[in-house]
């Protein structure tokens, strides 16, 4: 028996393939897009740094840690060559020491924390022991406690000439609600000598004390910055260490622990208002640069932007010029200035979720 072949007509022939050859297309994904480098993208700079969180628990002249503990305000951690210029206030017993050695002072203001908004240019000391009251045997409340005085401030002048403002919380270790019966009672009081404070530090050298939660807003479709901070322009925002998306604009983002090259595909769900874990504080660090800033090897940013393209961003350096991290300069402290990125970046025009 013979099989019978049935002939398509021609037109609808080149029909099917020219439909072929679209969805192939499409299903191939589109093409590669282009990375970009943005250079030394300068992230609130002359701003006040304030930590996310008050330090807790700072031991000063404790049984496990004797005589003074040195702090440097601009790391938030403690240091421990007391002749150094590294430290800025030091805390033994109720007195809080300036690295006067330095250049460094210290004076009390009777002013709330909130409202100190500028440091006097003068009236700086080596120490400071005013901050607190002693209860003794009051007739209420806890008896023979040292309590902070919230309504007054410290004012550090550091060994580097900036300035900074200073709230002790407590006095005792986890920093205890001192209206409570538990705190009442010598008995079940918790270690004194743990300070808790909050802290404001400017770092451009000059006085003012309160923070303006200024960012840099970037665009990345235009590759530059963008000055109105509530347009649909930008895509991403910095701030410090922080990082946001124009989440007013419905943006987002958010990390992933996969190298920017091998980033082929954007999350669709996930996004965030910002994301602070692409870098690692070396802190005391035994190899390497101590104190520094560094992007998380590895760690790629995703962003949705509000016109609803994606993009991945790496972050390359965070000090002016991307210096070699690695360099003896470096790691001597001989650096450049921190709080400028640079980074790669890519971003997918046709609002797809794919990058190759």
């Not at 790391?75 to 590294?86: E, K, R």
């Not at 303006?212 to 963008?226: H, K, M, P, R, S």
């Not at 002016?320 to 025009?349: C, H, M, W």
Request: contains cysteine; negative net charge; hydrophobic residues 35%.
């Amino acid at each position: 028996m013979k099989h019978q072949i049935q002939k398509t007509p021609l037109f609808l022939l080149m029909l099917a393939i020219a439909f072929g050859a679209c969805k192939d297309s499409g299903t191939n994904g589109p093409a590669d897009v282009e990375a970009l480098i943005a250079s030394d993208i300068a992230a609130n700079v002359n701003t006040t740094f304030t930590p996310p969180a008050p330090d807790s628990d700072v031991e000063g002249d404790t049984e496990s840690n004797p005589g003074y503990t040195f702090y440097d305000l601009e790391t938030g951690s403690t240091v421990s060559d007391s002749l150094s210029a590294d430290w800025d206030i030091a805390f033994g017993g109720t007195t809080i020491l300036a690295n006067s050695g330095n250049g460094g002072g210290i004076q009390l203001m009777e002013t709330s924390f909130s409202e100190v908004l500028t440091a006097p240019a003068t009236g700086y000391e080596a120490s400071n022991g005013s901050w607190y009251t002693y209860t003794g045997e009051a007739p209420v409340g806890p008896k023979h406690a040292v309590l902070a005085n919230q309504d007054h401030t410290l004012i550090v002048l550091t060994s580097e000439g900036k300035y900074a403002k200073v709230q002790i919380l407590s006095y005792y270790q986890g920093n205890p609600d001192t209206g409570t019966p538990e705190f009442e009672s010598l008995m079940t009081r918790p270690a004194s000598k743990y300070f808790t404070f909050n802290y404001t530090l400017q770092n451009d050298g000059s006085t003012q004390l309160y923070h303006e939660d200024a960012f840099t807003f970037f665009d990345l479709d235009g590759n530059q910055i963008v000055d109105d901070s509530l347009s649909s322009q930008w895509d991403i925002g910095f701030n410090a260490t922080t990082i946001i998306a124009n989440s007013g604009q419905n943006g987002g983002i958010q990390s992933l622990n996969i190298a920017f090259a091998n980033v082929d595909e954007a999350p669709n769900s996930g996004y965030q208002e910002s994301n602070t874990s692409w870098y690692t504080y070396t802190g005391e660090a035994p190899t390497g640069p101590k104190h520094a800033i560094l992007p998380v090897e590895g760690q790629t940013l995703l962003v949705l932007t509000p016109e609803g393209k994606y993009a991945k961003v790496r972050v390359m350096s965070y000090y002016k010029g991307n210096p070699d991290v690695t360099g003896q300069d470096f790691i001597n402290f001989i650096r450049p200035e921190s709080r400028y990125y640079t980074f790669e970046f890519a971003l997918q025009t046709d609002g797809s979720r794919f990058f190759e």
